[in-house]
């Protein structure tokens, strides 16, 4: 997923208030500040940095949302304010080691003044440590483990939901909507992955259905031994936790396997490489749950099909897994250093106290970093495209 257009977004969306007039006359860039947090670069620009795997293997649920973000960044720029932002990359490739490296770096070499990522939980786990040390403010778009939010952090937060809320909403939505009562849990028990597969489990246990499971290897090829346990044990539908490099290679050998089970899949798994690695039709009718509002047709409001528009414009591609959720996390901070704060502790203060419109959630973060409100929503797979179902709280099964 690459894009090139380069058409600029010129106007505001209606419910964010991300572009205003000008602030005022630019400066030069003069770097400064410290390494050990406190970053400051207040006369002309600052540097935001954002970090994912934007390279390797699941790269595709990481650029959307730096595209996005990118977007948000350069129409800000384009109003002349007095503080312009400088993003900075930073591709982990989704390894944790990677993005410790590239956390110390950020902070000692580049002296950024906050952070948008890391994209995944396991990385996350790993640099958000380092960039707490360093006092330097990240807001996440994607990463969605629980635990994230359970470790006293006051530089952390997340604008988007859990795996707590993922996996209990996808859950209840299998059991209300599809009626299912026997169901498979695979996972590749990497940090993500296991967690939201848990949430299933113990929701389905709540409902009076306990799944049998398996675990892969995320490394591996052949799920044999999987989908011949998953045949012997005939459910009505499997759910894997995990993203869709191994989500497609799974669900290509169960159908191939005969497995005709509906197939159920997080948010990892949100990108038209679950079809591609699924291979010919074989992912068609798959659902997958996110807590990411991917919503060009405005059916859950106007916000996003206005963003959806402006991406389409601006990448020649359509919208995708959390686009939404990257425009609101860059938002986040170009409010903050419209509002004068340029130096990561008053970036800190100020995101602590927003509460503006975003296009996904109103943009508002509780003590812990977690966003004050969440939803859950499910999307069907046909061809290697997908569509929007609803919110699991009222979503219906898709029609046959």
């Not at 400051?40 to 595709?60: C, I, Y």
């Not at 089970?261 to 949100?270: E, R």
């Not at 901070?333 to 927003?354: H, M, P, Q, R, V």
């Amino acid at each position: 997923m690459r894009y090139r257009a380069i058409v600029r977004l010129g106007v505001a969306l209606a419910a964010t208030s991300l572009v205003l007039a000008a602030c005022g006359g630019g400066g030069e860039e003069t770097g400064g500040g410290t390494a050990t947090g406190g970053t400051s670069q207040a006369a002309g620009t600052v540097k935001l940095g954002l970090m994912g795997d934007l390279t390797g293997e699941n790269s595709g649920i990481v650029i959307p949302l730096r595209n996005a973000a990118k977007m948000a960044i350069e129409d800000y720029n384009a109003t002349n304010p007095a503080t312009k932002i400088e993003l900075v990359e930073y591709d982990s490739q989704g390894v944790p080691e990677q993005a410790t490296s590239l956390a110390q770096q950020a902070i000692k070499t580049d002296k950024i003044v906050g952070l948008i990522g890391p994209a995944f939980s396991g990385e996350s786990r790993q640099a958000d440590p380092i960039l707490e040390e360093g006092t330097i403010p990240s807001v996440t778009a994607s990463a969605t483990n629980p635990g994230l939010a359970e470790n006293g952090w006051k530089y952390w937060h997340r604008i988007v939901g859990n795996d707590n809320s993922q996996g209990s909403g996808v859950a209840d939505y299998m059991t209300r909507a599809l009626g299912v009562k026997k169901v498979f849990v695979i996972h590749d028990n990497q940090e993500y992955s296991k967690g939201v597969a848990d949430v299933v489990i113990e929701t389905l246990k709540g409902s009076g259905i306990t799944p049998q499971t398996d675990v892969i290897d995320p490394q591996g090829s052949d799920y044999a031994s999987t989908v011949n346990k998953v045949k012997a044990a005939a459910p009505d539908a499997i759910f894997y936790g995990g993203y869709y490099a191994q989500a497609g290679r799974l669900l290509k050998q169960l159908r191939d396997g005969g497995v005709k089970a509906q197939f159920l899949s997080g948010d990892g798994s949100l990108d038209a490489g679950l079809a591609k690695g699924a291979g010919g039709n074989n992912a068609d009718g798959a659902i997958v749950s996110c807590p990411c509002l991917i919503d060009p047709t405005g059916k859950a409001g106007p916000a996003s099909k206005k963003l959806s528009e402006a991406y389409k414009a601006k990448y020649n591609a359509p919208t995708a897994i959390y686009v939404g959720e990257g425009y609101d996390a860059a938002t986040a901070f170009i409010e903050a250093i419209k509002n004068g704060n340029t130096d990561t502790e008053s970036i800190n203060k100020y995101l602590a106290t927003i509460d503006v419109p975003g296009v996904t959630k109103q943009i508002k973060f509780a003590e812990n970093g977690e966003p004050t409100t969440s939803d859950v929503y499910v999307y069907l797979f046909k061809g290697d495209s997908y569509s929007l179902i609803g919110n699991t709280k009222d979503a219906e099964k898709p029609a046959a």
